[in-house]
């Protein structure tokens, strides 16, 4: 049994963790940090968790005495505050973008930050959990990736590892539901605003933009960009990304769909379907499963893969308890066998 703590305790991130993290065999949840809300019962701010006897407390590093702390904080946060626990041999798990650019320049450009030094980019893992090296014995510092790029990586990354695609084709077009803008209060997000709208946003300067094609160039072993857009649904979870790619060869969608099922077939959480079935945001929702579809248009060679997952899931909580399994050796689909809730 190991004791984590939480950081940023009073946002959607959090309360997903404790959601899951109270039914992980092997966490005990001990410490749930709240600069806002020192000293207040979890369950004042969210009654649902009335049967819970947290309270919020305040950080303070020297203090800690846990195995894991996970950040579900904005970003220019974990920055400042994970370098003195992983020197107390506390790992961190980071859900915010501190730590998932390695160019320095890159995350000041896109976040508007000071970045964080080198030496703790370089030393944190980006960890997509299904294409992982997370070291049990080294791995202190998980930079957990962010949400458009989870489901966007995970339907990318067979087309770019086969080298089966113009790198200069693809294009991105993604929807998220609002749960990923936060708590905070802002006027896109406010229901007159929102409701019955359905719009693009932060095109060409998304956050998550560098986050894709930082992977993908890794990947490929040579720079790629993409064309992402971005869109804001009206519906609280979810994410459907949809990607379209030129292939650079000539390719069935049978064998294309073969492709994705070898990659993916010892990976629990990613469910390729049938030829011809494309999957639903509502399919996922609440689950830390990722859900995959794959088109060929074989007369112009042209691919069209559709990915969804729950972007509070897969897409933070989840899959940053997915890589602490894959930190502490155990078997990633711990804690995480929920069903989708549908409908």
Not at 4 to 20: D, F, K, M, N, T
Not at 176 to 187: C, F, K
Not at 205 to 222: D, G, T, V
Not at 261 to 280: C, L, Q, S
Request: charged share 20%; net charge negative.
């Amino acid at each position: 049994m190991i004791d984590v703590g939480i950081v940023g305790g009073s946002g959607y991130g959090a309360i997903e963790l404790i959601r899951l993290l109270t039914h992980h065999p092997y966490v005990n949840v001990k410490y749930i940090f709240s600069h806002s809300k020192i000293d207040e019962p979890i369950k004042e701010t969210f009654p649902h968790l009335s049967h819970l006897t947290y309270q919020y407390e305040a950080l303070n590093s020297g203090d800690i005495n846990c195995d894991v702390v996970y950040f579900a904080t904005p970003s220019n946060v974990s920055k400042d505050l994970a370098p003195a626990l992983i020197e107390q041999n506390i790992k961190v798990i980071d859900l915010s973008g501190d730590f998932r650019l390695s160019n320095r320049t890159v995350y000041e450009t896109y976040y508007g930050e000071v970045a964080a030094p080198q030496q703790q980019l370089d030393n944190a893992n980006y960890s997509i959990a299904e294409w992982s090296d997370v070291n049990p014995q080294t791995t202190q510092l998980i930079a957990n990736p962010g949400c458009f790029p989870t489901a966007t990586l995970l339907g990318l990354h067979p087309l770019i590892d086969q080298q089966i695609i113009d790198y200069d084709s693809i294009i991105i077009d993604a929807k998220t539901g609002v749960s990923g803008a936060g708590r905070s209060l802002a006027q896109h997000v406010h229901f007159s605003e929102m409701n019955e709208n359905f719009s693009a946003y932060a095109i060409g300067k998304h956050k998550h933009k560098p986050e894709i094609e930082q992977y993908i160039s890794k990947l490929a072993n040579q720079e790629i960009k993409v064309i992402f857009t971005p869109h804001l649904v009206p519906m609280t979870r979810g994410i459907l990304s949809t990607m379209y790619v030129k292939l650079n060869q000539h390719v069935t969608g049978e064998y294309l769909h073969s492709i994705f099922k070898e990659y993916y077939e010892d990976k629990p959480f990613v469910r390729i379907r049938d030829v011809g079935v494309y999957p639903k945001t509502k399919e996922v929702y609440g689950s830390n499963f990722c859900d995959i579809g794959i088109y060929v248009d074989e007369e112009r060679q042209n691919a069209i893969i559709v990915s969804v997952i729950d972007n509070l899931v897969k897409g933070a909580s989840g899959q940053a308890i997915q890589n602490l399994n894959l930190m502490f050796g155990w078997h990633e689909k711990t804690g995480l066998t929920q069903t989708p809730v549908y409908p």
